[in-house]
């Protein structure tokens, strides 16, 4: 069974703080994607990354692709309210269903 | 682009009915969509794997004759779930891939609740 382990679970931080949210497994996936997720809504897609040691930036998230892709981790920098949510990530692999992890519940307080 | 539509976004029904939940890619051509269950504060749960014009693969646990999918087009697959009872409620989700590629872009979820 492939498994992504995601940490931590939950986290609550004060806004402007910086966090990480890591993502880790045994297995070797050719893509990962991050997901956040509001509640009563679907997940929306963050990013995708498919290269080892692979690095994207969106304002202010910083996503990384392990270079031996197993791993990954999401770090925000000056969190704000609005950051609020479950951030979940998922591994691919070709044809195979994604496999997610369990999640990380982000709150952050104003 | 990459939208992905739900219909109806929450549904109250009675114990014993079954209902039917549509999955839509609005601007592309889905071969493959996938069926996720949710329950509160948890991750995904894939149910199924829905391929246009072929049987559903069914995750392990998942009763195939009770959640029936139906993947008729390239950008409509329905689940419908039969015979429902009060634990069958909880949030059903839905995602397409975009030319087979690994990124799944999610629908906005169908809330259901049996009575």
């Known amino acids: 069974t492939q498994l992504l382990e995601q940490s931590p679970q939950f986290l609550s931080i004060q806004e402007g703080e910086n966090l990480t949210v890591y993502c880790n497994s045994s297995?070797?996936?050719?893509?990962l994607q991050w997901y956040r997720q509001e509640p009563g809504e679907g997940p929306v897609l963050l990013v995708t990354?498919?290269?080892?040691?692979e690095v994207k930036k969106l304002k202010r998230l910083t996503f990384q692709f392990g270079d031996a892709r197993k791993d990954s981790s999401l770090h925000i920098t000056a969190a704000q309210p609005g950051d609020t949510g479950l951030y979940l990530c998922?591994?691919?692999?070709?044809?195979?269903?994604?496999?997610f992890g369990k999640g990380t519940r982000l709150s952050v307080i104003a | 682009g990459a939208v992905v539509s739900q219909h109806p976004s929450r549904v109250i029904c009675k114990s014993g009915t079954s209902v039917k939940i549509e999955c839509r890619s609005l601007?592309?051509?889905?071969?493959?969509m996938f069926w996720y269950r949710q329950f509160p504060k948890q991750s995904l749960m894939l149910m199924a794997t829905?391929?246009?014009?072929?049987?559903?693969?069914?995750e392990q646990g998942v009763e195939k004759d009770k959640f029936l999918i139906n993947h008729a087009s390239l950008t409509l697959s329905t689940l419908t779930v039969t015979s429902a009872h009060p634990e069958d409620s909880s949030f059903y989700i839905c995602?397409?891939?975009?030319?087979?590629?690994?990124?799944?872009?999610f629908g906005p979820g169908t809330r259901l609740l049996v009575l």
């Open positions: 998922a591994g691919g692999k070709g044809n195979t269903p994604l496999v």
């Open positions: 995602s397409a891939t975009v030319d087979s590629g690994e990124t799944q872009y």
């Open positions: 601007d592309f051509q889905a071969t493959t």
């Open positions: 990354v498919v290269t080892g040691g």
């Open positions: 297995s070797v996936f050719s893509s």
């Open positions: 829905s391929n246009e014009g072929s049987k559903a693969t069914y």
